[in-house]
């Protein structure tokens, strides 16, 4: 299997606001990154969006180091999916998960690939983890400047 290694953020202007999530995808020598918007959405879904989408973008089953300043993001794949899915995707509080159709997504994704996630901490100087950011702000940007924070 290939080795992957993927890099991912969100970023919203406002929580509910318009928002963007990136992703930098390195195999190899090779790069790859896209990134993508929500006029009306949290910083959590911008995050777990990232990472679902820069997993679902692999073509093939892969070993993947997903990396993320998210905590969020990283404690959900590692800590408390596993409890989640026993627990028909109810938390401790026996309430149903947040963003679970994001969660089902990355669910198919840790199932799929052989992932680990790994937290980073975010503006630290992590050149993929600041193209990132640079691009999921950037997605912010252009929304707001289309008037969706009107």
């Avoid at 990396?67 to 590692?78: E, M, P």
């Avoid at 408390?80 to 963003?99: E, F, L």
């Avoid at 702000?137 to 924070?149: I, K, S, T, Y």
């Amino acid at each position: 299997m290939r080795e992957v290694l993927i890099y991912t953020d969100g970023a919203c202007s406002g929580n509910p606001g318009p928002g963007g999530w990136a992703w930098v995808q390195l195999v190899g020598d090779s790069q790859k990154e896209a990134s993508g918007a929500d006029p009306s959405t949290t910083n959590q879904r911008m995050e777990l969006e990232a990472a679902a989408d820069g997993l679902e973008s692999l073509t093939e089953p892969s070993v993947v180091r997903l990396i993320s300043d998210s905590k969020y993001v990283v404690q959900g794949l590692t800590e408390w999916m596993d409890n989640w899915i026993r627990n028909d995707w109810r938390n401790a509080s026996r309430k149903p998960v947040a963003n679970q159709d994001l969660w089902q997504r990355l669910y198919t994704q840790r199932e799929r690939h052989q992932l680990t996630a790994e937290w980073t901490r975010g503006h630290a100087g992590n050149p993929y983890n600041e193209r990132c950011d640079q691009l999921a702000v950037a997605e912010v940007d252009q929304l707001r400047a289309n008037g969706a924070d009107h």
